[in-house]
């Protein structure tokens, strides 16, 4: 037993997600307006024709117990006249029908308002959170981002279709109760009221912690959804570790805290009703002895008295249902928060105002006392001054660390330096557009990342609008077609999710034809030849001799045999450039860069 606890708190550790916290804001109605912003493009369209209708069934319903007790009953009992009673059940019938209609329509145009809304608010997530910086995804995991998309999102599904419209109805029904209880008898009106002050003490008390228990079940489920995302992309690894148990456990106890958040707020929630029911029950004892009292001293006739409990009676009703809204609202200020605060995230690469869009390149690459650090602890790049000629394949090696990726990633402009500058053909890639200056320089990573879909539509992502014969080009350039080919359905294969049906090899072939198939003037290879065999490497270098005439390529490889004939090799260590130059003056030079070699070719031999 104490072994098992040692472990799940091993794997406790294993896991943080300190990204996904409670955010301790005030409820406020700015807050919430923002969000029923999202209703206004149906202002004029969905939007009326729900009101209008909740409209009728409410007034409706607010004139038939007036005419059922002062009007039917008092006049029946005074006349006697039957006809008055069958012609005030045909009216009352007719009214009740309209009602019926009203909510119909009411039902209906609130529940497509409710799905146009949602549908636009994950659109607006999804769109805003596609042109976020790289920083912002490493600070999160995919989880915690997918339960925002998802199921905060779907959170206010609820809230939308029902939630606002049953505000606005409750809110009316309850005003024109009231009104029409004084219209009846103000003293037993009095009398009943005189509970509401307490019954808005105690739900006043109760909002803070319902608000904040909603809010720890939203973070238990991005928790869960953060672990299930891990889970399922590194099933290999936990099963090459035989840490299934272990990781089973861990999930069963991060499933019993989200079953925990769920009964705790739930628990809070159900508290409201039960109460409403309490002061429900005082206010017809308060009816039933004061309003006889009314009747024997001739304050009340019976027909009102019959009127006033039917109004009582439906008194209770929106009360308890504007609980329930308010638990709604209080949840989807829980999920609004959470929405908003990504939504309210700004990019850490800005677009500046004004920026210039770049048509064509050369190629010429400048780094200016270039200086970036990815937190306050250690630098990646200390001052770094560099020159990348147009149409000069660069190659940069150096130790995990020594901030080769950092300098393609500054390059791309995934991240902007903390100090200098980096310019392409002179300029600052601060001053140009983003869109236009990514569409210069294509990227080809070590982990290749393949989209479910076609082989065609996954080499075909570099340039939307290829025809199927610049694809199968590109593919036959690199070396790509000959796999391609002996699949049965050839480039109309259909590849699961992260392409596990091909090799790694395979893989990164296809990566390689969709960065090649975008033309760009700036070629990126992050050691995208780390996982190919040496036959297939020697085809890629053979087509890169063709391919990369005229443009400039960056690449990053530990296999030093692969930047042999680059123009410029690049040896950095710690964020400084330690020396640079061919292969052939880096190896007279027996510094740091003949030394890699040395070390490499060791190795080799003596695995070989």
Do not use: C
Not at 94 to 100: D, K, V
Not at 274 to 292: D, H, N, R
């Amino acid at each position: 037993m104490a072994n098992q606890q040692e472990s799940e708190s091993r794997t406790l550790k294993r896991f943080h997600y300190s990204t996904d916290q409670a955010i301790e804001k005030p409820f406020n109605w700015l807050q919430m307006s923002r969000l029923l912003g999202y209703m206004k493009p149906y202002s004029t369209t969905l939007l009326p024709v729900a009101i209008i209708a909740m409209i009728v069934s409410t007034t409706v319903r607010l004139v038939a117990p007036l005419l059922i007790g002062s009007y039917a009953l008092d006049n029946i009992i005074q006349e006697g006249d039957l006809n008055y009673l069958w012609l005030m059940v045909a009216i009352i019938a007719g009214l009740y029908i309209l009602s019926w209609a009203g909510n119909f329509f009411r039902i209906r145009y609130m529940n497509k308002l409710g799905q146009y809304v949602i549908f636009d608010l994950r659109k607006s997530l999804f769109d805003h959170i596609q042109r976020l910086s790289h920083r912002f995804f490493d600070q999160r995991s995919a989880g915690s981002i997918l339960v925002r998309i998802t199921n905060d999102v779907n959170s206010l599904q609820e809230l939308f279709t029902n939630g606002v419209i049953n505000l606005l109805m409750d809110l009316i029904m309850l005003i024109g109760i009231i009104v029409l209880l004084f219209m009846i008898s103000p003293e037993l009106t009095m009398a009943i009221m005189i509970i509401l002050p307490i019954m808005f003490l105690i739900s006043t008390k109760l909002r803070r912690n319902i608000r904040r228990s909603w809010q720890h079940v939203r973070i238990k489920q991005s928790h869960i959804n953060s672990h299930l995302n891990e889970s399922i992309q590194g099933i290999r690894v936990t099963q090459s570790y035989t840490q299934e148990t272990e990781n089973i456990g861990f999930f069963h106890n991060m499933n019993n805290d989200n079953y925990e958040a769920w009964r705790n707020a739930s628990q809070k929630n159900a508290l409201f009703r039960p109460f409403v029911e309490i002061s429900g029950a005082i206010g017809t004892a308060v009816l039933l002895w004061y309003g006889v009292t009314l009747i024997q001293t001739g304050a009340l006739t019976i027909g009102e008295f019959v009127s006033f409990a039917i109004y009582i009676g439906m008194f209770w009703d929106p009360i308890s249902r504007l609980g329930q809204v308010y638990s709604q609202l209080l949840m989807g200020m829980a999920s609004s928060e959470r929405i908003f605060e990504f939504l309210d995230e700004q990019p850490s690469v800005p677009e500046k105002a004004g920026a210039k869009k770049l048509n064509y390149i050369g190629g010429d690459i400048q780094f200016h006392d270039v200086e970036f650090s990815y937190n306050s602890d250690r630098k990646a790049l200390n001052k770094i001054n560099l020159n990348i000629n147009s149409g000069e394949t660069v190659a940069l090696v150096g130790h995990t660390g020594s901030g080769k990726t950092t300098i393609v990633n500054l390059i791309s402009r995934f991240y902007d330096p903390t100090g200098g500058k980096v310019t392409i053909d002179g300029h600052d890639l601060r001053d140009v557009t983003l869109n236009s200056l990514r569409k210069k320089v294509s990227i080809v990573l070590q982990d290749t990342f393949i989209f479910s879909g076609t082989i065609m539509e996954n080499i075909r992502f570099g340039k939307p609008d290829a025809t199927d014969e610049e694809v199968i080009e590109a593919a036959k350039t690199v070396g790509a077609d000959r796999f391609i080919q002996q699949l049965k359905n050839g480039y109309e294969t259909e590849v699961e999710e992260r392409g596990n049906v091909l090799s790694v090899g395979e893989r990164q072939l296809i990566s390689f034809a969709r960065a090649l198939l975008a033309d760009p003037q700036i070629l990126i290879l992050d050691e995208a030849t780390a996982s190919i065999d040496t036959e297939t490497e020697q085809l890629i270098q053979r087509a890169l001799k063709r391919l990369l005439h005229g443009r400039t390529a960056i690449m990053i490889a530990h296999r030093l045999s692969t930047i042999r004939e680059a123009d410029n090799i690049i040896v950095l260590e710690q964020g400084n450039i330690l020396e640079q130059g061919n292969h052939e003056e880096l190896m007279n030079k027996k510094g740091e860069y003949y030394d890699l070699v040395k070390a490499q070719f060791k190795v080799l031999n003596d695995a070989g």
